[in-house]
């Protein structure tokens, strides 16, 4: 088997690129979120310094070589979702190594950080952080049910298990989208994915005045480090994904920033106007309103 | 006895303030053998901390520092009347966020750790616990006369009168009580005393650890924890 | 309510009875019919409300002053039960079987004044001070000043001033000497 390195250095360029956009996206969010509130709010490089300031951390104490593998089982589950997410539909380059049925191992993606996480957090010993695995890994299976329901609809519309397909279906004009030939999956998925960015009606895992700070309690320096650089990563991929599903893909690195930032800001301000659910209210405001959208479209079909 | 371990008298001197939980006792294994289980040298580590030295290139070490000073991650945790003028910092009127200063509910992951105002011998404890927890470039800040000179409760029975014999200060804040303003020029010194590479603190507790343990456990008289809180 | 003080002085022969307002009246009776009357106030007069429990140090009389302070709040009432104990071996017989937060008072002044109460829960353990070894702090020939000079590390350089002095010597050198002034004209 012959090794294709452009393709490799591509996805690496492409790695880079999303990070950046991501610490971005995230300051940019926490900017109009303070402008909501009437401050200043953060400087716009503040995520970027923030992460230095992590790697630089001098000491470093560890619980156990599940604590070292938590954040980067959790990085792998957020360069994995990145590796197999074509970017932008049209290119040869920017497809990164996405595949016939790569939604499938899309799916299994988002929930391995999650598992990985909840392994390490788990040997800090912290109790905190069991509580804030319990309530993430409940709230997560809440979220992946509408999530599966909508992408298991898409399927069979689009007869198809690739991304590149489904994008390419939804080609010449919105008037194609899935979120117009399909609304009732688009909602539901779109629902679910408030809870899978963990803006605020649902952030009650990793809110910092919860619990302290849900499952990362123990995890400090190069560790948080790694945790953040996957939250970038996380969020503008998931945007893409939802935006390859939904919205037709992107055909420029331009129209994806536009598109994944819409996706996002529509987390982000349903999250400035909502307060926090506590964690039985969300599984089962999951359990009720999402899903019961998503059997409808798979029904309908 | 080596220097690294703890001194084991000590141990058995203040065994009487133990939590239940913490006192030795005699567990049954699952082969059915019968082992001597003592909590605190068994569970907790008896290492002693080490001195990070900087980055020996100064351009890195440079740059760092001015990531570290522009990013002050202050731990939540408030003592005495200084704790309630914390939160208007975080206010449109104040917002320290314009200077890189967020919270941070636990120790692990923050930086700074703010000592508002006076403290009690039990808060004393905690606020140990919590400086040790945190990790290497970490910096005090210490608000209000009373962790200067003891302020109004210099003669006070439980009250401790110089914070700076127990944990190493960079900065103080005088007044009774500053206003945020105070403290946000507090925040001012403190990032200048980093961006100049001053601010090792960390590393000065870590040198005179033996002495500031002294002073410690002087007024600490159930001293029921490791050494270091690791 | 007068009603109510007359029988109570005929029930339990109080010693001492002040009019503090119209509505509040501090009892004064011996140590062993204290809780007596406490629990007839509770279960009969509709005293349901229990506020506080202190402590007064009466070291030239040798006595602690113990206050039990209770609630009529249908009548909106209030009396407060004062009782004398030796501060040798102080020991008062405990009532937290009628409320519950009493049991947190008595733990309070068994740890500030050393006063004991048998058979309250938990006396022994620690309430505030965590491994406290002297004697305890609120009895008045406890030196607080000194054991903190002693114990925490005072810095050199504090001075004291009394205000008046200060502020006309720093703040007005150049008033006039008011208060005498005003002094010789009365």
């Known amino acids: 088997m012959e090794i294709d390195f452009n393709k490799i250095l591509f996805a690496i360029i492409g790695l880079i690129i999303v990070l950046n956009w991501g610490l971005l996206m995230s300051s940019i969010m926490r900017k109009i979120g303070a402008r909501v509130a009437g401050r200043h709010g953060i400087p716009w490089f503040q995520p970027w310094v923030d992460l230095v300031k992590n790697y630089a951390i001098r000491s470093q104490i560890t619980h156990g070589v599940m604590f070292y593998l938590g954040p980067v089982f959790r990085l792998s589950g957020g360069v994995g979702l990145f590796l197999f997410m074509p970017m932008i539909f049209g290119s040869d380059l920017w497809i990164n190594f996405s595949f016939k049925g790569d939604i499938i191992l899309i799916l299994y993606f988002q929930f391995f950080g999650m598992l990985g996480m909840a392994l390490g957090a788990g040997e800090g010993g ?33 007869q198809t298990l690739s991304i590149s397909d489904i994008v390419e279906a939804q080609q010449g004009g919105f008037m194609n989208w899935t979120i117009i030939t399909n609304p009732f999956a688009s ?20 809110a910092p005045n919860e619990i302290p700070i849900g499952p990362p309690t123990e995890y400090h320096g190069t560790y948080l480090g790694v945790l953040r650089t996957n939250a970038a ?56 309103v999402p899903l019961i959208l998503g059997i409808i479209a798979i029904i309908l079909l | 006895m080596t220097n690294d371990k703890l001194n084991k008298n000590q141990i058995e001197d203040v065994s009487k303030f133990f939590a239940p939980e913490n006192k030795k006792k005699n567990v049954e294994t699952p082969d059915g053998q019968i082992i001597e289980v003592n909590p605190l040298s068994d569970y907790f580590s008896e290492a002693r901390p080490k001195v990070h030295e900087p980055n020996s290139s100064k351009v890195v070490e440079t740059f760092l520092n001015w990531a570290r000073a522009e990013s002050l991650w202050v731990l939540g ?40 105002g006076y403290l009690a011998v039990k808060t004393l404890k905690r606020v140990i616990r919590s400086y040790e927890q945190m990790q290497n470039p970490k910096y005090v800040l210490a608000l209000g006369s009373c962790t200067i000179n003891g302020g109004m409760y210099f003669d006070s029975y439980n009250t401790i009168n110089r914070l700076d014999k127990y944990i190493p200060v960079d ?5 009774c009580m500053p206003r945020p303003e105070a403290l946000l020029a507090g925040f001012m010194k403190l990032k200048e005393l980093i961006k100049a590479g001053k601010a090792e603190n960390a590393n000065k507790y870590v040198e005179n650890f033996d002495e500031y343990k002294a002073n410690q456990k002087k007024i600490i008289k159930d001293w029921n924890m490791p050494d270091y809180n690791w | ?147 903190s000079e002693k114990t925490f590390f005072p810095r050199e350089g504090r001075k004291t001033y009394d205000p008046a002095t200060y502020m006309k010597d720093k703040l007005y050198p150049n008033a006039p000497i008011t208060a005498k002034v005003n002094k010789k004209d009365e």
Request: aromatic fraction near 14%; proline fraction near 5%.
């Open chain 3, 1 to 147: 309510m007068k009603n109510l003080i007359e029988r109570l002085h005929i029930k339990y022969s109080l010693t001492d009875i002040v009019n503090q307002r119209d509505n509040f009246v501090y009892l004064t009776i011996r140590k062993e019919n204290a809780i007596d009357l406490v629990t007839y106030l509770k279960d009969y007069e509709g005293f349901s409300h229990f506020v506080l429990l202190s402590c007064v140090d009466w070291i030239e009389d040798g006595k602690f002053q113990l206050s039990y302070f209770l609630n009529q709040p249908n009548k909106k009432f209030d009396i407060a039960i004062r009782t004398m104990i030796d501060r040798e071996n102080a020991e008062m017989q405990s009532s937290h079987h009628l409320w519950k937060h009493i049991e947190t008072y008595q733990r309070e002044l068994r740890e500030m004044y050393g006063i004991n109460f048998p058979k309250n829960p938990r006396i022994e353990e620690n309430f505030i001070l965590e491994g406290w070894d002297e004697i305890p702090p609120m009895r008045r020939e406890f030196d607080t000043k000194r054991y």
């Open chain 2, 171 to 175: 900065v103080y804040v005088a007044g």
């Open chain 1, 187 to 206: 909602i539901a998925a779109m629902l679910s994915l408030l809870g899978a960015f963990g803006h605020s009606p649902f952030n009650l895992v990793k």
């Open chain 1, 233 to 288: 990563i996380l969020h503008v991929v998931e945007a893409v994904l939802f935006m390859n599903l939904f919205f037709g893909g992107a055909g420029s690195w331009l129209e994806l920033i536009v598109k994944s930032f819409l996706i996002y800001f529509w987390s982000v301000f349903v999250g400035m106007v909502f307060p926090r659910f506590r964690i039985e209210q969300s599984v089962v405001w999951f359990l009720k």
């Open chain 1, 126 to 158: 912290q109790p905190h952080s069991f509580i804030g695995i319990s309530r993430g890994l409940s709230q997560f299976t809440a979220i992946e049910v509408p999530m599966t329901l909508a992408v298991i609809s898409l399927a069979v519309q689009y």
């Open chain 2, 77 to 116: 945790f408030g003592t005495g009347c200084g704790s309630i003028e914390i939160p208007p910092l975080l206010t449109p009127r104040f917002d320290a966020f314009r200077f890189g200063v967020q919270m941070r509910p636990t120790p692990r992951q923050s930086n700074v750790i703010i000592i508002s």
